[in-house]
């Protein structure tokens, strides 16, 4: 018998999905790889507080709750680089083009960002017991009104129209799976392989000033390793690329 796969709970409108997870798993109501999917976001959020925009119904906005975390405890920032490669797989499936990973966890086809994620994590006391993963995924939308990334859908990427939903259910069940027969001393090296921009020149912004340095790796603390007048680490959270 095939094992259960956890609840896919639909959502016809909320703030945020993962502030739905986060309570459930607060009131101990959620069980690991459960999902909140919503066909429209009022508050969503990615990375440094940014606005995600999202058309109601045009792409996958959706929230995973994971609990076993044992693999991940003593570097936690792996639990962000496997969503990230799972998440680069389900999009591969549909795309001709490479899909990269921009530090620390958008996905990226070209220049062109096809996704994002963010996740948040609940302790209690020292106890890492849940972390929560909201990924957005740019599905079906036609037009965006430009920020961060320059956003692009698979729709535009293939002429293709899919149903959003059940692509939301593929990528839940496909991360699960992923996440339980993962290889964590491999991780990082396949993260590395698809870093975006890895060996060119970019640009970064660091508290107002701009930066010009040539990508290197990320490492299993998740910092950022750039050579330019020197050998830059950066943490997530603490710079802004800039897109010549």
Not at 18 to 31: D, F, I, L, P, S
Not at 96 to 122: C, F
Not at 124 to 130: A, I, M
Request: proline share 2%.
């Amino acid at each position: 018998m095939e094992p259960k796969t956890p609840p896919f709970n639909f959502l016809l409108k909320t703030d945020s999905t993962n502030n739905c997870a986060m309570e459930a798993a607060r009131e101990g109501m959620a069980v690991h790889g459960e999902a909140w999917y919503a066909h429209e976001q009022t508050a969503a959020r990615g990375q440094r507080g940014r606005v995600w925009e999202s058309e109601a119904g045009a792409n996958i906005t959706m929230t995973i709750a994971f609990r076993k975390l044992e693999a991940f405890r003593h570097q936690p920032f792996l639990l962000s680089a496997a969503i990230a490669l799972g998440c680069v797989d389900f999009v591969q499936t549909k795309v001709k083009e490479e899909v990269k990973i921009k530090w620390p966890n958008d996905i990226y086809v070209g220049d062109r960002k096809a996704g994002g994620i963010l996740i948040a994590n609940q302790f209690r006391g020292l106890e890492w017991t849940w972390a929560v993963a909201g990924m957005g995924i740019n599905v079906n939308q036609q037009q965006f009104s430009g920020g961060s990334g320059r956003p692009i859908s698979l729709a535009q990427l293939t002429g293709e129209t899919y149903e959003v939903v059940e692509e939301a259910q593929k990528l839940q069940r496909h991360l699960i799976e992923f996440l339980e027969n993962l290889d964590t001393e491999q991780l990082i090296l396949k993260y590395n392989d698809l870093l975006f921009k890895k060996g060119e020149s970019v640009v970064l912004n660091k508290d107002g000033h701009e930066i010009r340095c040539v990508i290197q790796a990320v490492t299993v603390e998740g910092l950022l390793i750039a050579e330019g007048e020197e050998e830059y680490r950066f943490r997530s959270g603490e710079l802004e690329w800039v897109f010549e």
